[in-house]
């Protein structure tokens, strides 16, 4: 069974989001820190062998004890983010055991997601080595300038909006960050690995798999969460279902 490691960026500064005291991944959706619903998911199973959630250093003693009973009862493990998302998941990665074979990077402030949908990234980097999920385009795409003029309609086809977890077995993701000079500017993981010619499939993604980047975002969560756990609890139940043999 391929093993693998969870990278979770958190050192973001949370810019877009007004109105909170704290920044994403640490604020509390429906009860629950954002980042314990989002690291719950990868810490249930059996195929992932270490969680690294990677938090701002300036926050980091802040966390550690405001999060101190949370963290005595996960098998987790912390260390400090960067400037840019390249250097946290970067110094993410410098803490990976040599029993992982893939690494999955996810955005901490996506906290809906399911066992089904983790099941289907993870099968897919398995088998194509780099995967990513992502929505397909279904609206007219307008390029607008500065002063939000339109200076072009562009054609949507073939484009998607990239979600994470993005998963990649691990030589090809340390390989990426060796070769790219700047990568920093990646804003995410698939465009380290685009920058080296190493070739990223996408599977379908799931359009409730959302980042919480402003205060709406959170509302919508809200509404969304009782969706999320059904699909959970049934994902849970056909799984349990389809193990059964007849003489069951």
């Known amino acids: 069974m391929p093993r693998f490691a969870v990278i979770l960026p958190a050192a973001g500064q949370s810019s877009r989001m007004q109105g909170l005291q704290r920044k994403k991944p640490f604020t509390e959706l429906k009860g629950r820190p954002v980042w314990v619903r989002t690291a719950e998911v990868f810490l249930r199973r059996e195929d992932v062998c270490q969680v690294i959630l990677v938090v701002p250093p300036d926050d980091l003693e802040w966390f550690q004890e405001t999060f101190r009973a949370n963290l005595a009862f996960m098998s987790i493990q912390i260390c400090t983010g960067g400037a840019t998302r390249a250097d946290s998941v970067r110094n993410g990665l410098q803490q990976v055991g040599s029993e992982a074979d893939f690494i999955a990077v996810h955005d901490a402030a996506r906290p809906l997601l399911t066992t089904m949908w983790v099941d289907q990234i993870f099968a897919a980097a398995a088998r194509h080595g780099a995967a990513i999920p992502g929505l397909r385009i279904t609206s007219t795409v307008k390029k607008v300038d500065a002063q939000g003029i339109i200076q072009q309609t562009v054609d949507r086809t073939g484009l998607v909006q990239a979600q994470t977890p993005q998963v990649f077995r691990r030589e090809l993701l340390e390989q990426a960050y060796q070769q790219v000079q700047n ?15 190493c070739p990223v499939h996408v599977i379908e993604g799931w359009p409730q798999n959302i980042k919480l980047t402003t205060a709406e975002d959170f509302r919508l969560a809200e509404l969304l969460i009782a969706s999320v756990q059904r699909k959970e609890a049934g994902g849970g139940l056909l799984e349990s279902l389809s193990r059964l043999t007849p003489d069951e």
Request: aromatic letters at 0%.
């Open 183 to 197: 990568p920093e500017l990646a804003t995410d993981e698939a465009s380290l690995l685009q920058s080296c010619g």
